[in-house]
T-cell receptor
Framework: KAGVTQTPRYLIKTRGQQVTLSCSPI?????VSWYQQTPGQGLQFLFE???????NKGNFPGRFSGRQFSNSRSEMNVSTLELGDSALYLC?????????????FGQGTRLTVV | GESVGLHLPTLSVQEGDNSIINCAYS??????FIWYKQESGKGPQFIID?????DKRQGQRVTVLLNKTVKHLSLQIAATQPGDSAVYFC????????????FGTGTKLQVIP
């Protein structure tokens, strides 16, 4: 069974631009959540989607948004990029609708804003 | 607010010895905990989990202990190998009611050959 796939693996953008990252969850998983990892802040929760609905959101500005499609694939978008948005963006997928289940992570997308 | 934190940022262990990585959590409502291993350039990899109705869970070379009284978790790695070198995160999932993994700050494990 294929794991969580994130594309692209690496991305370089200029301040002020926008970016869209993609995540394909493990087949059959309906919950997809996104995380930002930086050396200074560690791993921080962005948002979680289940059945195309955002169920939970972390403390990030509105420039960070996401969506989920009917096949459970998810995208996250960051508009008006800032230098501080440089980070590893991780996506995790889970099988169940309820909590207390394993979350499997992808390899991440390394975003560099210059 | 809820948080999951680690006691030590870096742990150096001789190859073949046992490693113990500790973690404290603050949310008494947390009832599902996970240990992740993250190697450089990779995403977190699931190692082992434990639910709050258990005190101990064993996997292959790894054991997780949960002490709910003092809100403490530990990960024990037996016969540590060079391939175990990585950053280890304790995390809890779902105390907020949805799939949301809350991570600790991480402990870097260095295995000395």
């Amino acid at each position: 069974k294929a794991g969580v796939t994130q594309t692209p693996r690496y991305l370089i953008k200029t301040r002020g631009q926008q970016v869209t990252l993609s995540c394909s969850p493990i087949s059959g998983h309906r919950s997809v959540s996104w995380y930002q990892q930086t050396p200074g802040q560690g791993l921080q929760f962005l948002f979680e989607y289940f059945s195309e609905t955002q169920r939970n959101k972390g403390n990030f500005p509105g420039r960070f948004s996401g969506r989920q499609f009917s096949n459970s694939r998810s995208e996250m978008n960051v508009s008006t990029l800032e230098l501080g948005d440089s980070a590893l963006y991780l996506c995790a997928s889970s099988l169940a609708a309820k909590t207390n289940t394993e979350a499997f992570f992808g390899q991440g997308t390394r975003l560099t804003v210059v | 607010g809820e948080s999951v934190g680690l006691h030590l940022p870096t742990l150096s262990v001789q190859e073949g010895d046992n490693s113990i990585i500790n973690c404290a959590y603050s949310n008494s409502a947390s009832d599902y905990f996970i240990w992740y291993k993250q190697e450089s350039g990779k995403g977190p990899q699931f190692i082992i989990d434990i639910r709050s109705n258990m005190d101990k869970r064993q996997g292959q070379r790894v054991t997780v202990l949960l002490n709910k009284t003092v809100k403490h978790l530990s990960l024990q790695i037996a016969a540590t190998q060079p391939g175990d070198s990585a950053v280890y995160f304790c995390a809890e999932n779902g105390s907020g009611g949805y799939q949301k993994v809350t991570f600790g700050t991480g402990t870097k494990l260095q295995v000395i050959p």
